[in-house]
């Protein structure tokens, strides 16, 4: 058997000693032995100086997020062993779970990476603009918020002239005139009529009648007037040289015979002055007379006494502006035959010739003059039409059935040019629309409000026309020819 040996270098360690028992008696002896040599006596004054006094803060730096690590002992060779580590308390500590930090917030705020939150951000600190500059200091200072107008020392008087002409205006804008009391009763019993009417219909026939009779006296207008203008006669009412023939006999005469004068005016209503419900037809002889553009007035003749309602025309629509071009103007009492009365029943509405009154509401660019002179040639053209199938559907004879139905098919087809005229004026609306956005960003570069209003205003006043435009033709084909405007689309 080999006996192995031991290196020089390695310790021999000592063989254990066994421990002797403990007596417990002698322990106890030799513990209060010890306790009783103890003897407790005053200290001795001290002379040397008090130690200097503590200060009474303390700064301390906490970090929030960030621990201290507690060092272990170390052994002998600097490195600590398990057991040292139990007994100082050393052991690996873990990251708590805190519901509140400066890291959560920060996260939270900034969202998750790509997320909407993100973005947001980004920009709102100008992370991705290349272009960013952090603010001067002129840009924290107080400035106020309206536009600031340096106004030269020359022009002073006349800024505080207008602004007192603007608050004279505004404070005159909103009186109301000073009326009569006889003004507010009239007014008053006006109203009263009207409502009165809409629920009772005994005055229709008396309406329709009196609105004939005035229709009749413009259209006979009209013709004499177009037919004069044709055949280039001299105005009635012109001061100049007239051609006068003399005939065989001496006998000098005018080169228009008496019946072929200008009608202006007519006899309309008449009854007794001391009839007072005959109030009530002077005054719907006024009220059509007023919706039309005629002048009206009344005359108080004859024994026993009568009171009669004139009809007539406005001495400053009789003399028509003359022409540029070689085609004619239209005639001004094209306009009154254009203007119907309106009835409760839709297919006595020239719906066609309410076009026109609506076009005429408010100012056009230039840009649509063409294309609205088109337009209203059209339904100018188309008023006769419309006014003989309205006497077609009223008839009850056969033959007046075939003319309706032709006239119904071309007027179905007018109707479709003037829904694509419609069309090309809702274009032409878009591109002036897009063409003045340079001038709208000009003027909203420089707080030009007042030309940048008047210009939004124009645009919505063109797209308020066309929009009625469109709504009345819908009306007119609905009511008037019984068709849908699916059926008004051109092929």
């Not at 991705?128 to 008087?157: G, I, K, T």
């Not at 088109?374 to 075939?402: C, K, L, M, P, W």
């Amino acid at each position: 058997m080999a006996i192995p040996t031991i290196p020089a270098g390695l310790p021999v360690s000592n063989p254990p000693v066994p421990e002797e028992p403990i007596d417990i008696e002698a322990w106890t002896e030799e513990a209060s032995q010890a306790l009783g040599a103890i003897h407790i006596t005053p200290p001795v004054a001290r002379t040397a100086p008090p130690p200097a006094p503590r200060p009474t803060t303390v700064t301390l730096d906490i970090p929030l997020d960030d621990h201290v690590q507690p060092r272990a002992q170390s052994g002998e060779n600097g490195d600590s062993t398990a057991a040292q580590a139990v007994r100082s308390g050393y052991t690996r500590r873990r990251e708590p779970l805190r519901r509140d930090s400066l890291k959560r917030r920060e996260a939270l705020l900034k969202g998750k990476e790509g997320s909407r939150q993100r973005r947001r951000w980004e920009n709102d600190r100008l992370l991705n603009n290349p272009h960013a500059q952090p603010p001067l200091p002129s840009d924290w200072e107080a400035r106020p918020q309206y536009q600031f107008h340096y106004v030269p020392y020359a022009v002073a008087s006349y800024w505080d002239k207008e602004l007192a002409a603007r608050n004279a205006a505004r404070n005159t804008k909103g009186v109301k005139p000073t009326v009569s009391k006889e003004e507010e009763a009239a007014a008053e019993a006006l109203k009263e009529v009207r409502e009165r009417l809409r629920k009772k219909r005994a005055a229709r026939s008396m309406l329709e009648d009196i609105e004939r009779e005035v229709r009749k006296f413009v259209e006979k207008w009209e013709a004499k007037a177009r037919k004069d203008e044709q055949d280039d006669l001299i105005d009635p009412d012109s001061e100049d040289e007239q051609i006068v023939f003399v005939g065989r006999n001496g006998q000098m005469s005018d080169m228009r015979a008496a019946e072929d004068e200008l009608q202006k005016d007519l006899m309309v209503f008449d009854s007794l002055a001391n009839d007072r419900s005959a109030a009530f037809g002077r005054w719907l002889v006024h009220s059509i007379a007023a919706y039309y553009g005629l002048e009206t007035w009344s005359v108080t003749t004859g024994t026993p006494a009568k009171r009669e309602a004139y009809i007539g025309i406005k001495e400053n629509s009789l003399r028509p502006i003359a022409p540029t071009n070689s085609s004619r103007s239209s005639n001004i009492a094209a306009r009154f035959i254009h203007r119907k009365f309106h009835r409760s029943n839709p297919a006595d509405m020239c719906q066609l010739c309410q076009l026109i009154t609506i076009s005429d509401r408010d100012r056009w660019p230039k840009s649509f003059n063409p294309t609205l002179s088109s337009f209203r040639d059209i339904i100018q053209r188309t008023h006769a039409e419309v006014e003989s199938y309205n006497t077609a559907i009223n008839s009850t004879n056969e033959a007046e059935g075939t003319k309706r139905d032709d006239l119904r098919n071309s007027l179905i087809t007018t109707t479709r040019l003037v829904r694509a005229s419609l069309d090309v004026l809702d274009e032409e609306q878009k591109d002036w629309w897009r063409a003045k956005a340079p001038q709208r960003r000009q003027f909203t570069e420089a707080c030009d409000e007042e030309n940048l209003r008047s210009l939004h205003l124009i645009h919505n006043r063109i797209v308020a026309m066309l929009r009625d435009m469109r709504a009345k033709l819908g009306v007119w084909a609905r009511w008037g020819l019984g068709i849908g405007e699916e059926e008004l689309e051109v092929e």
